[in-house]
């Protein structure tokens, strides 16, 4: 697979900087333990020699649906959404969104309604779940590039981490210049790709996130269909920035290293990790996976010797226990199975979750978390 052109600025000046090879195309435990029926393809990761867009290559329309048909265990962010909607208030004022019409497109599995109790609020999404259908009459199904949306309508217009998932986000946000009113706003939330390589470099490259968004790239995919930045709330792990189709009074000013210096930085720490995981005792025999989301199925898929050392797997989300760890025929347990193999060493990505489970449990284990705390060390004293 290749990638014809940039999806931000349709420039065919290219570089294909690296592959990730038998990558799952289902991130999210899967319903067989029969691994022959767990799909996987090579991620191809491209970098815009003209815009600085980092992005995967190609992908048919058939095939990005293919990616949802296994459905996805997504959590209610509402810890999240609150910090959000405190930042948007705390620079827009509190009542900025009362009585106005907004459109969130890519709501319809985690919806902002919550927050927009006096606003006429709209949802587009290719498959709004049944609890978003109940929260507002004004639901349109479907890729939003054809939705029937009224133009000049919407004085707000949200997109929160879906932009990525668009396989031509050129022409969202030519649908979105054409949606919003003259005098309205646009906030898009999209994850940061130097956020990602910070903290969770694992989680950078997958196939549901066909693009990988720098502060630089976004903004030019905005000023291309006429949208400027006015304020950039947040520079971490996401991007949180507002746009308007009016000029600032003054740029938006922010500080980042290129698309090209982060993927390297992103191979690099791929490979200091692996260093990491070898060296720890707790991963030389059999492990324990504790968590079964798209974090963990993707930190197995860069270090796969590691994967095949799993043979459990716990969670706390009833939706994925009883089905089976992407690329294994791992069961997930309930958690509160975990007192019968307190022998197995378990492996984390969160300080969090280790913390609470070793504590809780008396179990032993690597934390990943840990590890990159100690490679952002190496790397800060060289």
Known sequence: M?????????GTDLLHHSTLENFPVFIWPLKTPEISKH?????????????????????????????????????????????????????????????????????????YAMFLPKSEYWISDIAPTPQAKELTPHIVE????????????????FSFQSMEHFSRPSDVVSKMAKSLK???ILVIEVPNFQG??????????????????????????????????HNLLRQDEVIL???KKSKPQEPVEF???????MANRLMNRFKILKTFLEKDQNLIGEIAAYSAGGSMALMLSHYPQLREKVTLCFDIDKRKQG??????????????????????????LNDTLYDLIVKEYKVKGANVAKMLAEIDHIESEK
């Open 196 to 229: 990602l390589v910070n903290k969770l470099p694992y989680y950078t490259l997958f196939h549901q996130h066909i693009s990988i968004f720098s502060v630089t790239s976004l903004f030019k995919i905005a000023e291309k269909h006429g949208f400027f930045p």
């Open 241 to 243: 920035a507002i746009f």
């Open 255 to 261: 500080q980042e290293p290129t698309s090209v210096e």
């Open 182 to 184: 003259d005098d309205g």
């Open 323 to 348: 089905r089976f760890l992407p690329l294994t025929a791992v069961p997930v347990q309930d958690p509160v199975h975990i007192a019968k193999h307190k022998a197995v060493p378990f492996l984390f």
């Open 142 to 157: 479907g890729p939003f590039e054809n939705a029937a949306i009224p133009n000049g309508y919407f004085d707000v217009i």
């Open 39 to 111: 799909p996987t393809t090579n991620i191809e990761l491209y970098i815009c020699k003209m815009c600085g867009h980092a992005q995967l290559q190609d992908f048919s329309d058939e095939f990005v649906s293919y990616l949802y048909s296994e459905g996805s265990c997504l959590e209610d962010e509402r810890a999240l959404k609150t910090e959000r909607h405190q930042k948007l208030s705390q620079n827009l004022g509190a009542t900025f969104f009362d009585h106005k019409r907004v459109l969130d497109v890519g709501g319809g599995n985690n919806p």
């Open 2 to 10: 290749s990638l014809r052109a940039c999806r931000v600025c349709q």
